[in-house]
């Protein structure tokens, strides 16, 4: 059977790039006058970087992570669809074939469920490091 590994390797990293360019973005939107104002209350660098812009990228950067953890598991049920001999993306690819639909809607109920147990963690972690904003 052909090995699926290339393809979930890649998978990966295309949501790495993700929430690392959601980073960025996040580094270029900082408004510009909360820089100011902590500059004037005589706040440095490491001020500056840890008033501003570290809330601002990790706002982006954990919500960004919740929405590639689910699109990681999703490519990799798909990457087994197309290229595995065995588990889940198998399993749909053969019961689709023999027009099994209860199997078929079994299994997509159960990707579902491990995305969501998987964006669960995510939420929370989200929430802790994100306290300010849920008071």
């Not at 929430?127 to 849920?134: A, K």
């Amino acid at each position: 059977p052909p090995d699926a590994r290339p393809l979930l390797r890649s998978g990966g990293q295309r949501e790495e790039w993700q929430a690392s360019c959601g980073g960025e973005a996040a580094y270029l939107e900082v408004d510009g006058r909360p820089i100011e104002r902590v500059r004037t209350l005589g706040g440095g660098r490491w001020t500056v970087l840890r008033e501003t812009y570290l809330p601002s990228v990790n706002s982006w950067v954990t919500g960004n992570l919740r929405v590639a953890v689910g699109f990681a598991f999703t490519g990799a049920v798909v990457g087994e669809f197309v290229a595995s001999s065995r588990d889940l993306g198998y399993l749909l690819a053969f019961a689709q074939s023999q027009f099994n639909a209860a199997l078929t809607l079994a299994l997509i109920v159960t990707i579902m469920t491990f995305v969501l147990i998987l964006y669960a963690p995510t939420g929370a972690l989200e929430r802790r490091l994100l306290h300010w904003r849920y008071r």
